[in-house]
């Protein structure tokens, strides 16, 4: 059974870096063809893809957001970590962290998510 | 990026009703398409994978066809608990890029 849980602080100031963990269990992240992606939502609003990291380490990230972001893992400890640095309120969202792989046959993209975490940017 | 678009962005339906949500690519992304339901206050769940795949779990009445830039979900009859908010999600080529996403409420 794949679970994915988000942690980190609720409330940044502007300007500060976030920094957001995500717990997993029921795979690993050394498995090849495996990964871990960080969606956000703001209020209201759509849902917004903001980087994945792969088993083999290869990483990617929304172009629009590249240079704020870092995504690193920790497969011993089934972690994902996002930072995302220079917070501003517009960055304030529900994060999410998910389950991928590179085939539909191992899941294909997102097919689990966490609950989220909402994290609040404000002075 | 490809943008994704879908239509309608809002509708209102009757329990029983058949419903058809498209979604729209701006380049061809073969069958690299998913499609989510989220509820309020709550993480999305997918419903459909490889853009006509249905998820382990999910009813036989949501339904998903299409491929290359034009892609269909269908609900055959609509349920109390589908009432909802439904995206699409290409992940053909980075960056991944979700549709605005099509709100479904009760007439």
């Known amino acids: 059974q794949i679970t994915l849980k988000e942690s980190g602080p609720t409330l940044v100031k502007p300007t500060q870096t976030l920094t957001l963990t995500c717990t997993f269990s029921g795979f690993s992240l050394s498995t090849s063809g495996v990964g871990v992606g960080w969606i956000r939502q703001p209020p209201g609003k759509a849902l917004e893809w903001l980087a994945l990291i792969y088993w083999d380490d290869d990483k990617r990230y929304s172009p629009s957001l590249k240079s704020r972001l870092t995504i690193t893992k920790d497969t011993s400890k089934n972690q994902v970590v996002l930072t995302m640095t220079n917070m501003d309120p517009v960055d304030t969202a529900t994060y999410y962290c998910a389950h991928g792989a590179i085939v539909a046959t191992m899941g294909d993209y997102f097919d689990y998510w966490g609950q989220g975490t909402l994290v609040t940017v404000s002075s | 990026d490809i943008q994704m678009t879908q239509s309608p962005s809002s509708l209102s339906a009757s329990v029983g009703d058949r419903v058809t949500i498209t979604c729209r690519a701006s380049?061809?992304?073969?069958?690299?398409l998913g499609w989510y339901q989220q509820k309020p206050g709550k993480a999305p769940k997918r419903l459909i994978y490889?853009?006509?795949s249905l998820q382990s779990g999910v009813p036989s009445r949501f339904s998903g066809s299409g491929s290359g830039t034009e892609f269909t979900l269908t609900i055959s009859s609509l349920q109390p608990e589908d009432f909802a908010t439904y995206y699409c999600l290409q992940h053909n080529s980075y960056p991944f890029t979700f549709g605005p996403g099509t709100k479904v409420d009760i007439k």
């Open positions: 380049q061809g992304i073969r069958n690299d």
């Open positions: 490889a853009a006509s």
